[in-house]
C-alpha cells in the first residue's frame, strides 16, 4: 500500500493536470474528509510516510487519540472503504466540481455552513464584510444591532454576526427557495452551537432590490451587510467550479458593468437604515468607484472602497446621512 506521502503526489499530480488550481492543499483536504479525520493528521502521516509508514499504519498510528478517527473504525469504515471514497472524491475534483461541494460543506469565519448545488459557495474575501460591521459596532460601543442580510445566500453573512455579537437581531433576505433550503439547514447547524440565536435570525423569501421587502422595517435597522450578485454580464467566469456551479442568481449583475442590482441594493439599504447607520456591500473589483458615486446619490456620507487580502477594491462602507 502506498504511503500518504505517494497517495497525496500521485492524486495532486492528477488535479495539477485537471487545471486545478491547488492540487495538494485539495487532495489533502479529501484525505482528511475520506479518513474522517483533521487535516492535521494527515499532515503527520505524510512525515511518517518519509518513513516508510504505509498509509493505513500512518493514519491509524497517528489518529489513535482523535474522536473522529475512533469513530470511524468503530463505525466499521476501513481503510479500503476510506480509500475508495478518497479516490472517488479526487476524481470528481479532476472533473472540476467545487472542493466544497464533494465535502458538503465551506469555512467561514467562525462556522462551517453546509453548501451544495443551488447555493453560492462563501469566500474568504466577504469575511471582511462582516468584520467591518463588527468593528463598527464596536467603534459605537454597540453591544447588540438590527441587521439586514441583503441576498443571505448559504446565510454566512447574517449567521456569522449573530454569533459573533450576541444579542444582536438579524433579518436574512434571499429570493430563491431553493437557495434558502440551505440557509435555513445553516440555521439549524448553527442553532446546535449557539441556540441563542434561533430567535434572533429571520428568513425572508423575497427580492432584496425592491422596495416593499421587509419595508416594515425601514428607518429602524442599524447595519445592511450585503454580499449581492454582481459579476458583469458578459464577464463569465474563466473558472469551471464558479462558472458550472455557483447559480446565476447569485453570480450575475443584471447589465453589462454588473452594477444593476448592487445599485438597486444601495436603495434599499438607504431606506431600511436609521440615520447614522452603516451599509457594508461587496462588489467587482471594477466597480468601486462608481458604486460609491451613486451611494452619494441615496443619501450615504463617509463612502469608502476598501481593498480584499489580495490588495483589490472589493467592498465599500458608508453611513447613512444624519438628519439635519
Not at 187 to 210: C, F, M, S, V
Not at 230 to 258: C, K, M, N, T
Amino acid at each position: 500500500m502506498a504511503t500518504v506521502f505517494e497517495t497525496v503526489r500521485s492524486s495532486a499530480a492528477i488535479l495539477s493536470a485537471a487545471g486545478v488550481d491547488t492540487p495538494e492543499h485539495d487532495v489533502k483536504l479529501l484525505l482528511a474528509e475520506a479518513f474522517h479525520v483533521d487535516l492535521r493528521d494527515v499532515d503527520k502521516a505524510m512525515l511518517m510516510g518519509d518513513d516508510g509508514e504505509h498509509l493505513n499504519s500512518a493514519l491509524a498510528s497517528d489518529s489513535t487519540e482523535s474522536d473522529a478517527w475512533m469513530n470511524a473504525k468503530t463505525t466499521g469504515n476501513t481503510v479500503a472503504a476510506a480509500m475508495e471514497r478518497f479516490h472517488s472524491m479526487v476524481d470528481r475534483r479532476s472533473k472540476r466540481e467545487p472542493l466544497q461541494h464533494i465535502t458538503g460543506h465551506a469555512p467561514f469565519r467562525y462556522l462551517d455552513l453546509k453548501v451544495g448545488p443551488g447555493v453560492f459557495i462563501p469566500r474568504p474575501e466577504t469575511e471582511l464584510v462582516v468584520q467591518e460591521g463588527i468593528e463598527w459596532t464596536t467603534r459605537h460601543g454597540m453591544y447588540r444591532a438590527k441587521v439586514v442580510d441583503l441576498c443571505a445566500g448559504s446565510g454566512a453573512i447574517g449567521l456569522a454576526f449573530a454569533t459573533e455579537v450576541p444579542g444582536s437581531e438579524v433579518w436574512a433576505v434571499e429570493k430563491s427557495e431553493r437557495t434558502a433550503q440551505w440557509t435555513r439547514r445553516n440555521l439549524d447547524e448553527t442553532t446546535k452551537r449557539y441556540p441563542a440565536i434561533a430567535g434572533n435570525y429571520h428568513l425572508e423569501i423575497a427580492d432584496a432590490t425592491q422596495m416593499p421587502t421587509l419595508n416594515q422595517l425601514d428607518g429602524t435597522i442599524d447595519i445592511v451587510l450585503t454580499n449581492p450578485p454582481y459579476v458583469p454580464l458578459f464577464d463569465i467566469p474563466v473558472q469551471p467550479e464558479v462558472r458550472d456551479y455557483d447559480p446565476d442568481l447569485a453570480l450575475y449583475g443584471g447589465s453589462a458593468d454588473g452594477t444593476l442590482i448592487p445599485e438597486r441594493i444601495i436603495s434599499r439599504a438607504s431606506k431600511l437604515l436609521k440615520p447614522g447607520g452603516l451599509m457594508v456591500m461587496e462588489h467587482d473589483v471594477t466597480q468601486g468607484e462608481r458604486l460609491a458615486a451613486f451611494a452619494r446619490t441615496c443619501d450615504f456620507v463617509d463612502v469608502v472602497v476598501h481593498n480584499d487580502y489580495t490588495g483589490r477594491p472589493r467592498y465599500l462602507t458608508a453611513e447613512k446621512q444624519e438628519i439635519g
